[in-house]
């Protein structure tokens, strides 16, 4: 069965550096999403992303985050200038664009900010 | 803000069926009822969704009831594996619109 695939499954980075988390949807799918989940809290949403562009956006999602479809199969987050509070599980979905079908989730990165 | 009610947590024995309710009093006319999970910390596991049928595949059963005001995801026969955190989620079936994840219930199957 296809599933979303994302590496790495955990990066490590200082404080202040630029991180970028990549993500591999389903390969005919449309419609791509970014959710980041803070230990011991609740599944975050942060971005959404169609026909090569920014659909919606959280107030989490502010100037230090960007999100790029650079080829045909990649989806990538990057963060700027990693803070001590971006330490989470980040999840990349997608989801096929037809009319009520659901998001598969991949396993997610664990990003650690020294 | 998520625009669901569950319990915090929950036993069921393995090998029994698994019961899990939610309440969602506001929900809309097209909005869908999604039920995930996640095991540990891995990503969340889509199981089943439903708008007002109730609904059946091969890891569960969805039980709307007819106002559509309340839920239950129905595990037929629970396994050790099945322990996880199960979120119900109300979403309008429109375009990007992002799933709101609650704290879901905490469901342990005890052997």
């Known amino acids: 069965e296809p599933e979303v695939t994302q590496t790495p499954s955990h990066q490590v980075t200082q404080m202040g550096q630029e991180v970028i988390l990549h993500c591999v949807p389903i390969s005919n799918h449309l419609y791509f999403y970014w959710y980041r989940q803070i230990l011991g809290q609740k599944v975050e949403f942060l971005v959404s992303?169609?026909?090569?562009?920014?659909?919606?956006k959280s107030e989490i999602f502010d100037d230090q985050f960007s999100v790029e479809r650079p080829d045909g199969s990649n989806f990538t987050l990057k963060i700027r200038s990693t803070k001590l509070e971006d330490s989470a599980m980040y999840f990349c979905?997608?989801?096929?664009?037809?009319?009520?079908?659901?998001?598969?989730f991949g396993d997610g990165t664990r990003l650690s900010i020294l | 803000d998520a625009k669901t009610t569950q319990p915090t947590s929950m036993d069921c024995a393995e090998g029994r069926a698994a019961n899990l309710p939610c309440n969602h009093s506001?929900?809309?006319?097209?909005?869908?009822v999604y039920w995930y999970r996640q095991i540990h910390s891995q990503g969340p596991q889509y199981i089943i969704h439903?708008?007002?049928n109730n609904e059946t595949n091969e890891m569960a059963s969805l039980i709307i009831t007819e106002d559509r005001k309340s839920s239950t995801l129905i595990l037929p026969h629970a396994t050790l594996r099945d322990t996880a955190v199960y979120y119900c989620i109300v979403r309008l079936d429109s375009g990007n619109t992002p799933l709101v994840f609650g704290k879901g219930t905490r469901l342990s199957v005890i052997a």
């Open positions: 506001t929900i809309s006319g097209n909005e869908y």
């Open positions: 439903g708008l007002k």
């Open positions: 992303f169609y026909n090569n562009e920014i659909s919606e």
């Open positions: 979905a997608s989801r096929l664009g037809l009319s009520n079908q659901p998001q598969h």
